[in-house]
């Protein structure tokens, strides 16, 4: 697997990780195309100046040409079906994704048959927004990009999607997916379940609570405000991580819990007066 200095892209599903592969990608100077399934995206990508396909085997075939590298970015529960596509296509070209999870996404790229050809990643970097108008070429730079490291990785295909990483202005990080997994359960997935409960803790504050939320607020709740389905799907794929996370988060709260109720002021109920106490309750 011969690797040039800058390998064509095709990038498959334009949304706002994909679109921003595209966008980064061209204002790098590579050439870049891609296969979009929805017809506003096809004209938006198309009247932005971008080469786009309508049809995944058009866009597959093009690769070949091409010999590009395919970054498959649509979202999680869809990637196997598009991974078993280009498996039934055939081809050569390295594929890579960009999955918030690593290792159900490498049983899937194995269980289709892209043994060899298959590197995973997952670009640290997103905001609460999705679909091609969220796309931003800048999105990737001084982010870190996990580039897998499993067995069937070959040396050439980590190193021609580590290109592709550096060449949109990412760091580079080598992990197995495994141990991705473990990680991006604390810093990324159990922050997305814990920013819903802040938020829905929040809102049963009613009105005023609402009104008074200010920058504490909006901070802890940002992500809570990204698609529901998003978070899910990371957190429905990565149920043994999330689950040892959130029980160690449970601990240190009720930790905290116990903590605030041993050091908390007695209340003036305790040392008050039988008058006072009844004038304190009547507030
Ligand atoms: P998005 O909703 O913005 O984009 C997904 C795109 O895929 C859409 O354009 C959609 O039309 C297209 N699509 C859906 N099913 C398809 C199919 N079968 N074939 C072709 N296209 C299809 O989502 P996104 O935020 O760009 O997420 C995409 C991937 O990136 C996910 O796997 C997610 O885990 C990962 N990711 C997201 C973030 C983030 O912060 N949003 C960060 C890092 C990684």
Known sequence: MAIRDSSPVCVIGLGQIGGSVVKAAAEAGREVFGYVRSARTFDAARAAGFTVFGELE????HAELRRAVIVVAVPLPATGGVFARIAAFGGSCVVTDVGSVKAPILAAAEEHGL???FVG???MAGSANSGWAAADAALFHGAAWVVSVDEAVTAAGFAEVARLALG????????LAAEHDRAVARISHL???LAAVLANTGAAGGEL???LAAGSF???????GSDPALAEAMCANNTAAVIEALDEALDALNAARTKLGLTGLPGPVVRSGRESRAAYDRI
């Open 115 to 117: 043994g060899g050809r």
């Open 209 to 211: 609570a609402l009104g």
């Open 218 to 224: 909006r901070d802890g709740t940002r992500v809570a």
């Open 58 to 61: 058009s866009a597959l075939k």
């Open 121 to 123: 990643g997952h670009p």
């Open 191 to 193: 922050p997305h379940l």
């Open 168 to 175: 949109l202005g990412a760091v580079v990080v080598p992990a």
